[in-house]
């Protein structure tokens, strides 16, 4: 079932949560809503929840008009970051506290907890009660339960915020496999780009109650509309300015802008660590000399920090692993970096190189 919010707003006293915000869920798909803290995530999916009213709008599920609808009459699983499991209940009452509340059959209730209990993977635990369960556990327990009076949509509200990062992961994982298995329409919220990023069909980006950019993982990161969203997804070495003659000039080094045709006085290079390559020669005139600050090898990649002091900024590098072995930097060294791909905004228009 596709989900449909029209140019909604919502209002607290003399603040603007969210502004005008239109966004379509499509039938079936893992929607992840990402943005800074205060950015309005939350209250969009309570809206689209029906637990929180829109002073404006419309909020659709298929083609019915549900904005004045109770939540209880939408059809809606919701699962928030603090477990809100019942204490004095197993996990098998828990997860069939909603079908006792519709006054299903035992029979009924105990053959669809053991489908769900198989589905969560937590076969043999359902006579544990909440303390006795691990954190990823519990929001487990807490998805099964959504789960289980066969909702339409599914609205999880940061569900693994307050687990550790190696349970994170492997829920995350699991949340993939599980749409796939039970493909509901889904809308998560989180502010961790790399969550929404691993799990999510297609990335909502929000700022201030509004949308910056929406699209699969791979455009977003790829094309990132404007800097805002750039500098969001991560890590950004900034230099600026000016485009002149298709071509972005800052300070000695120039990028490459064919697509451009205005000249603009003021521009800024956005550069991913990745995209910076460090050698002990100067790889053309553009290379820029760097002292080597700080060295950290210990991870997918070698974070190197350097300073330049020609543009006066710190620059942070991502060095492969077999590059890093390659060239061995040290602390103190002076090397010269040299940025490979960027992505120029200019006040009137953008592109990439
Ligand atoms: N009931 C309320 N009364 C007044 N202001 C509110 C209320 N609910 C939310 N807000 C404000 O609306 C803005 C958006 O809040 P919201 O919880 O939707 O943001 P969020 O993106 O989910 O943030 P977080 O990631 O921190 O949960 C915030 O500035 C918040 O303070």
Known sequence: MSIRVEQVTKRFGAFTALDRLTVEAK?????????????????????????????????????????????RQRGVGFV???????????????IGFGMRIRKESRQVITQRVRELLHLVRLEGLENRFPAQLS????????????????????LLDEPFGALDAKVRQELRQWLRQLHDEVPITTIFVT?????AFEVADRVVVMKSGRIEQVGSPQEV?????????MDFLGHVNVFHGRVHDGKMVAGGIEFNAPENSANAPNATAYVRPHDVDLTRIPESTESIRVKILQINPAGAVARVRCYSE?????????????????????AGEELFASPRHARIFSPKEDYSI
Do not use: C, W
């Open 80 to 94: 928030f970051q603090h477990y809100a499991l019942f204490r004095h209940m197993t996990v098998f009452d828990n």
């Open 191 to 195: 502010h961790d780009q790399e969550e």
């Open 27 to 71: 039938g079936g798909e893992l929607l992840a809503l990402l943005g800074p803290s205060g950015s309005g995530k939350t209250t969009l999916l309570r809206i689209i929840a029906g637990l929180e009213h829109a002073d404006e709008g419309v909020v659709r599920y298929e083609e019915e008009d549900v904005t004045g609808t109770h939540p």
């Open 310 to 330: 020609e543009f006066g900024i710190t620059l942070q590098i991502d060095l492969s692993r077999d590059r890093y072995l390659a060239l061995k930097p040290v």
């Open 221 to 229: 990161f790829d094309h990132p509309a404007n800097p805002f969203v």
């Open 135 to 154: 954190g990823g556990q519990r929001q487990r327990v807490a998805l099964a339960r959504a789960l289980a009076v066969q909702p339409k949509v599914l």
